[in-house]
């Protein structure tokens, strides 16, 4: 396991997953019943931003820095702006991870659980989650707590599944993992991350899903150049039982998941050929 997530923390990809994350948990918060929140791969919660890792790569100069400089922002950013300032300062001196988020926007009576296979990070993870007394971390693969965590006893919840595609059967377990899932609680809704470099590759991850997949899975994805094969160029975001507040249409029948896509495809643009798509895999 090479992958650290500190070097990317705050970057493009970043913006459109945990943007995403904070209006799908908005969503959860109007009703009353408690739910659960599952991250199956969460990383350490936190970041410095003047930390060796993330000033070596400076990804979140592409991201994060570009929202907050931006002189109009699209409305739908409101909670997972109003969340990074919270968590991360003004100026901004750290960048919080998923975790930190959801433990943000939960409430007393939410629980959740944050797994995590690298033992550093794992660490901590553990540190930085152990006076909340609503969290438990686990050093575990996240494809095992799927299994051992689901259903939820609250019978409502969030599952995001962030895996670093390090290994080549990432995507063919991606599938299988959300089948058995979604079989075990089919009214979760699931936010699978992945990456945005071979369309061939990302093209057959969603063939499979639109043939496997669970009903109401839609997919949404965000360029911020032109695509290379060879590198990350866009971000994408499988959303499972999304919520209308990403699904609703204006008078021109665009979709709110899509107008936020599409601001982000212009704000944070790093050449030609940016662009926002959504696609409705299972109906
Ligand atoms: N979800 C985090 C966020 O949004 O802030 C970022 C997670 S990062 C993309 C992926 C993390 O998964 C890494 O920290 C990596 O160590 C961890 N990881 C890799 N394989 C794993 C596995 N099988 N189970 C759990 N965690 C794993």
Redesign the pocket.
């Known amino acids: ?1 090479n ?3 500190a070097y990317h ?1 705050g970057n493009f990809a ?1 913006v459109m ?2 943007a995403l994350l904070t209006l799908v948990i908005e969503h959860m918060k109007k009703k009353d019943k408690p739910f659960f929140l599952l ?5 350490t919660g936190m970041t410095d931003l003047a930390g060796e890792e993330a000033q070596k790569t400076g990804e979140y100069q592409n991201g994060i820095a570009r929202l907050l400089e931006a002189p109009v922002l699209h409305p739908l950013l409101a909670p997972y702006l109003d969340a990074v300032r919270a968590l991360g300062g003004a100026p901004l001196t750290r960048y919080p ?3 930190a988020l959801m433990a943000h926007m939960a409430r007393a009576e939410d629980r959740l659980a944050f ?4 033992p550093e ?1 794992a660490n901590t993870l553990r540190a930085n989650f152990r006076r909340d007394a609503r969290v438990k971390t686990h050093e ?4 095992t707590a799927l299994k051992a965590m689901l259903p939820p006893k609250e019978r409502r919840g969030v599952i ?1 599944i ?3 595609f390090e290994q080549r059967d990432e995507y063919a377990r991606l599938v299988e993992a959300l089948a058995e899932a979604s079989r075990r609680f089919a009214t979760g809704t699931y936010m699978i991350w992945y990456p945005l470099k071979d369309p061939s590759v990302s093209g057959e991850f969603l063939e499979r899903l639109a043939n496997d997949g669970p009903p109401k899975t839609l997919a949404l994805e965000l360029q911020v150049m032109a695509t290379d094969p060879m590198r990350m160029t866009g971000s994408g975001m499988i959303l499972v039982n999304p919520p209308f507040v990403l699904t609703e249409r204006d008078g021109n029948g665009k979709s709110a998941a899509l107008s936020l896509l599409d601001w982000l495809a212009a704000t944070l643009a790093q050449g030609p050929g940016a662009r926002a798509r959504e696609e409705w895999l299972t109906a």
């Open positions: 396991m992958y650290r997530h923390a970043d997953k945990h991250d199956t791969h969460a990383g991870g998923s975790p797994c995590e296979l690298h990070d575990m693969d996240g494809y995001l962030d895996p670093p």
